[in-house]
């Protein structure tokens, strides 16, 4: 299932690599969510070539087009891949195969970066993140995500129809972060939530520049805050703080890096001929942590 707004230019791609599946989907849904470009025209010309199920509606935000989309499959098992995604040829396979072992669960299928359309400083600064941060080593072995380090992605993931009816679908209150909603909701309802590296996997061609990256986690902490104030029941069984806290010595250290200045040298490259790499990167992170949880309302231009 695609969900996709204004899309006309990257849903190519994730059709020609559905194409080449090698456990080609029954059906494919894709919900035009109030696009004003030509997406209907674009899609139109795979319906010879894939199973399409074209919904073309009103805008109603990806929650709601999201559970349109549901309300107009048959399948039982429901794979969400975004417009930008370019999924590897065993992608719909990994999440096939996951759900006969694990019937009643939801798989993150692997996101990854291409380092061949990553050309930036800062998008290969992305592209090590997770790894640097550690953020991987717990997700080594197939195992149930726990409440403290949970994450969901509906970029690339899968679950039954059932399991989407039991948690309710995604939430059409919520604009940004539905995916996160929905995480929460299956965790204290007791369905399992799994990830593995390599399993499932595909390209994200989601091209950022420092200014946009920051933006973007800016809007996605403020989305959790209102999670957190209109469901504060699912934050109550595990630890979770929405943004950490920063002791003093470090906040100074953020009142002079995370500005826009420095964020206009990074996104004119010029970091990365004054700083190597392993110096470079963690001062990256310095700069994204302050502007995203430290001092949110910076002006960036």
């Known amino acids: ?13 994730v059709l020609e690599h559905l194409i080449e599946q090698s456990h ?22 795979f319906k010879d070539r894939l199973p399409l199920i074209i ?4 805008n109603q935000g990806r929650s709601g087009a999201r559970n349109i989309g549901v309300a107009n499959c048959e399948s039982e098992l429901i794979v969400y891949l975004d417009d930008d995604m370019r999924p590897f040829k065993d992608c719909l396979k990994g999440h096939w195969e996951h759900h006969q072992a694990k019937p009643g669960s939801i798989l993150v299928g692997h996101i990854l ?21 550690g953020w991987t080593k717990n997700y080594k072995e197939l195992k149930p995500m726990s409440h403290d380090d949970f994450f969901l992605a509906a970029a690339n993931l899968s679950l039954s129809r059932t399991t989407f009816n039991k948690i309710g679908g995604f939430d059409v209150l919520i604009r940004d972060t539905e995916d996160f909603d929905l ?8 369905i399992d939530l799994y990830y593995l590296e390599g399993l499932a996997p595909a390209y994200h061609d989601d091209v950022i520049t420092c200014k946009s990256y920051v933006t973007r986690q800016r809007m996605y902490i403020k989305s959790i805050q209102f999670i957190y104030n209109l469901k504060p029941h699912l934050f109550e069984q595990f630890l979770f703080r929405i943004t ?33 790499k392993k110096i470079r990167y963690p001062f990256y ?17």
């Open 1 to 13: 299932m695609i969900i996709t707004y204004n899309g006309a230019h990257r849903i190519i791609n």
């Open 24 to 45: 080609p989907a029954d059906e494919i849904v894709i919900v035009i969510d109030g696009s004003k470009d030509n997406t209907l025209e674009v899609v139109t010309k």
């Open 55 to 58: 919904v073309d509606i009103p």
């Open 113 to 133: 970066e291409d380092p061949a359309l990553f050309t930036t400083d800062i998008q290969k600064y992305r592209i090590t993140l997770y790894d640097r941060l």
């Open 183 to 190: 995480g929460k909701r299956a965790l204290v309802l007791g």
């Open 244 to 276: 950490p806290k920063t002791s003093l010595p470090k906040k100074v250290i953020y009142f002079f890096i995370s500005t826009n200045f420095f964020v206009k040298l990074i996104d004119a490259g010029v970091m990365q001929y004054l700083l190597p």
């Open 285 to 301: 992170d310095y700069i994204i942590n302050g502007l995203v949880n430290v001092f949110p309302d910076r002006k960036l231009t």
